[in-house]
């Protein structure tokens, strides 16, 4: 069974400084990958998607960017981070259809002050 | 708008009591997933129902998915304070996978 690592796990940074958080996924092969952005008790927001190297699709237009510079690893990343982008950040992965069931890691919560 | 609507969004209620959460849309599921996630954590996937009218039980939580694979609920018996936490349901349909808005859920000793 696929693990997901999330690091940090939690991050500290102020306005206008550059963001970059990582994920790597163990277990499996040629994922279909996730970043999904979570203010507290609510549901997801998903912000980008991978469904392979270099692939990246983006769901909501923002100061965020994505990469997927090898087949298991997915990096968000930001070079000016804005107040609103606080908040908890999932990597999530699947099979490669989009309805399969998603694999959660365990989190970044990012405040920016 | 949400193509997943859960209810109750929040939900406190004392140790022992029963409760049921829903998680209705009008749209027709390939298969409904429900997580459990604790502050701080990454949701864990608990089940996946994918016939309708399939019933399955883990424990003191049982999931329905409707006939019509429209709709699914999560009934817990006896809570506990451990059942703490934010559910969630998901699923499939078209070529997109969405997540309900959720139903915090706090057990009170």
């Known amino acids: 069974s696929q693990t997901i690592h999330q690091w940090p796990a939690t991050l500290v940074q102020p306005v206008g400084s550059p963001l970059s958080l990582e994920c790597t996924v163990e277990g499996t092969s040629n994922p279909n990958l996730y970043w999904y952005r979570q203010a507290a008790g609510r549901g997801l927001q998903l912000l980008f998607y991978?469904?392979?190297?270099?692939?990246i699709s983006s769901e909501v237009p923002q100061n965020l960017s994505a990469s997927r510079p090898q087949d298991r690893q997915f990096i968000l990343s930001s070079k000016k981070l804005l107040l609103s982008d606080s908040g908890f950040y999932l990597c999530?992965?699947?099979?490669?259809?989009?309805?399969?069931?998603?694999?959660f890691g365990p989190g970044t919560r990012l405040l920016v002050l | 708008t949400q193509l997943l609507e859960q209810s109750p969004q929040f939900l406190s209620i004392q140790e022992g009591e029963n409760l049921t959460v829903y998680c209705n849309s009008s749209?027709?599921?390939?298969?409904l997933q429900w997580y459990r996630q604790e502050p701080g954590e990454g949701p864990v996937l608990l089940v996946t129902?994918?016939?309708?009218?399939e019933v399955k039980k883990l424990k003191r939580l049982t999931f329905q998915f409707g006939d019509a694979r429209k709709d699914s609920s999560l009934h817990i018996t006896a809570a506990q304070p451990g059942d703490t936490g934010l559910y969630l349901c998901?699923?499939?349909?078209?070529?997109?996978?969405?997540f309900g808005t959720g139903t915090s859920l706090t057990v009170i000793p």
């Open positions: 129902v994918v016939t309708g009218g």
């Open positions: 749209s027709v599921f390939s298969s």
């Open positions: 991978s469904v392979g190297i270099g692939q």
């Open positions: 998901a699923g499939g349909t078209g070529n997109q996978f969405y």
């Open positions: 999530a992965c699947s099979g490669d259809s989009y309805q399969e069931t998603q694999y």
